[in-house]
């Protein structure tokens, strides 16, 4: 496998050269003033110091390859600092620190370490393998690594193995686009609750086998966005595990996983597991609030799981999907209260009728001013921004009345120029389920995003890394595609070429791309990407996605009222705005996607 484990012990054991021994365990010395150097040095270029108060201290420089194949260079430093009485518990990386190209168990063995302080100051960019970066940090409880630089990388083994304390693990958007092997990655990590590995870039992976063994305590695992190399699957993840608690799970519709990848939530491994409060199986999270049983529920064995995300199920996912288990007793679902958004002139008297926010419980909201005629926006009463919740929440905005002759349209004091204020955005993918139960996820970054919308290609389009369009910078091309399948992409915010020319700045969300996931620059103009969702209201639609369209009694598109055919012609009302998506309201009151890849406007 390209590595040496050597001693792995599966159920606990250390990870020890055959004639290692282990720190001895020492009193911490508190001084009372500054603290002393009780112990300095050099190891590679870097300069190093031990004070009393437990830190160790690495100067800028280059650190040398491990010793004794899976122990640190600063192993003898901390063993020095034992010696003279003084436990380290920190690593303090004061200046720019590089790691070796094979940076291999550059952190490994040191055990006593409970924290590593400035990783941003780490330089891995030259190393190409990380394995046992922090193996056997027996103490290291809490760790954030999305600074690090493993665009070289090609493994991560046992890079955290065995970190029986670690509960906090941020890994962030690395870039692992080199990395073949997870082997052991994230092992033994008995104290760690959640692990988040969507930001990962996949695209080279080989092996996952034993990533997250003995992780018995791992409750929640997300990893959406997933795109293996089609040679490749996501398999024996828990491999000689014999104890579970995954309870919260999610996965790209993009996966590919090998059967009993992820263990039967009845079958003995969960001893957390209950049958007289779970029934022993996976309901995709949007589902929870339907009651066990109901007709068009998403709910799975993890036979069942495993076998949807084998690779062959495809055209009946999209997108990111979460799985939770499936209780016996439903909960009631939370009512999400509205933003409601006013418009007053100087004297609280109303200039505009009022607008609603909605949006799924805790998603982020945006409120803004919009343009008035005759009015100037001059203040906001109230927070402009801020999550959904079940209690009611407005926002005031207050405008001047322009002088006489004035005809300001009121695009001042920063108000927008559309006359909707639903601008709202949402930190969690917004997902539009409502095509015969497939998903539109939308994704969520919308940061500084002056657009906050979804946009589809019409036309043969490039996707760049850079705003000024070059055929060297050029990820890939879209193709024109029929309506239905149009490629798909989120507006994080614009930039301008070189030459000044207007781009998007997207995420490619795009079911079955290449490039799902990724960012990238795309044209602005109409004639070539336009709205995937509808801006204005068609008198009446017509269904044009093969698999039909649902329809559902909110905007949020919960509560599935009935199916509607390819063909159908349906009859619209008005057009809702819902976070960075639109729904017809149709005239008997039902909601439908306003995806345009679902239906067609008709007169």
């Known amino acids: 496998m390209g590595l040496l484990l050597t001693g792995l012990l599966i159920g606990g054991g250390q990870l020890l050269a055959p004639d290692a021994t282990t720190p001895a365990t020492a009193v911490v010395a508190h001084a009372a003033t500054k603290a002393a150097t009780v112990a300095s040095g050099t190891v590679g270029t870097s300069d190093w110091n031990v004070t009393d108060d437990g830190v160790l201290h690495v100067g800028a420089g280059d650190l040398p390859e491990a010793v004794k194949t899976v122990y640190s260079p600063l192993y003898d430093p901390v063993q020095e600092a034992a010696a003279q ?10 200046g720019t620190v590089r790691t070796a190209e094979q940076g291999s168990y550059t952190f490994g063995h040191l055990n006593t370490v409970e924290a590593y302080e400035n990783l941003e100051n780490l330089d891995t960019s030259r190393s190409t393998s990380l394995a046992g970066l922090f193996a056997a940090n027996e103490s290291l409880q809490k760790i954030d690594i999305s600074s690090l630089d493993v665009s070289q990388v090609t493994s991560l083994e046992m890079m955290f193995g065995t970190n029986y304390k670690l509960a906090s693990l941020k890994v962030g ?3 692992t686009a080199k990395v ?3 082997l052991a990655t994230f092992s033994n990590l008995y104290q760690l609750r959640e692990l988040d590995l969507s930001g990962l870039d996949v695209s080279g992976l080989e092996t996952t086998y034993m990533m997250l063994t003995n992780d018995y305590r791992l409750q929640k695992l997300n990893l959406g966005n997933w795109q293996l190399p089609a040679s490749s699957k996501i398999s024996s993840v828990f491999a000689l595990s014999k104890q579970y608690d995954l309870r919260e799970l999610t996965l ?4 590919q996983v090998a059967a009993g990848t992820f263990p039967d939530i009845a079958g003995g491994g969960y001893p957390s597991y209950d049958q007289t409060i779970y029934t022993g199986k996976w309901e995709n999270q949007e589902d929870q609030y339907l009651p066990v049983g109901t007709a068009g529920k998403r709910v799975y064995t993890s036979a069942e799981l495993n076998s949807l995300y084998d690779g062959t199920h495809q055209d009946e996912l999209s997108g990111n999907a979460t799985y939770i288990w499936e209780p016996l007793e439903t909960p009631e679902a939370p009512v999400v209260a509205p933003v409601t958004v006013h418009y007053v002139d100087q004297a609280g008297k109303s200039i505009h009728p009022d607008d609603e926010l909605t949006g799924e419980l805790g998603a982020d909201f945006t409120a803004k001013p919009i343009a008035i005629a005759g009015y100037t926006f001059e203040k906001a009463d109230g927070a402009t921004s801020g999550t959904f919740t079940t209690s009611a929440q407005s926002v005031t905005f207050v405008y001047r009345a322009n002088e006489s002759g004035n ?9 927008t120029d559309s006359s909707d204020a639903s601008n709202s955005s949402s930190t969690g993918p917004t997902t539009d389920s409502s095509a015969n139960g497939s998903s539109d996820t939308q994704a969520s970054d919308a940061g500084d995003t002056v657009t906050n919308m979804s946009v589809s290609s019409v036309k043969k389009i490039g996707f760049y890394r850079s705003a000024t369009f070059t055929a060297k910078n050029r990820v890939r091309w879209f193709a024109k595609q029929p309506q239905q399948k149009r490629p798909q992409f989120v507006v994080l915010k614009t930039a301008e070429s070189k030459q000044g020319r207007l781009r998007y700045y997207v995420k490619d ?3 079955g791309s290449k490039t799902y996931g990724q960012k990238g620059y795309i044209t602005t103009k109409s004639a070539y990407v336009r709205p995937t969702y509808a801006q204005s209201r068609p008198k009446a639609i017509t269904v044009i996605n093969d698999k039909g369209l649902n329809s559902y009694k909110t905007a949020s598109l919960k509560g599935k009222v009935r199916h509607y055919r390819k063909g159908q012609r349906l009859t619209v009302k008005k057009l809702v705005r819902h976070n960075l998506t639109t729904r017809y309201q149709l005239t008997n009151g039902q909601y439908v996607s306003a995806n345009l890849n679902f239906s067609q406007a008709v007169k």
């Open 173 to 175: 958007n690395l870039a």
């Open 509 to 511: 969300v795009t079911r």
């Open 252 to 255: 790209s519709a993009d996966s």
């Open 85 to 94: 009485g003084v436990t380290v518990t920190k690593v303090v990386f004061e």
């Open 180 to 182: 073949t092997s997870l």
């Open 407 to 415: 005809s300001s349209g009121g695009n001042a004091g920063g108000a």
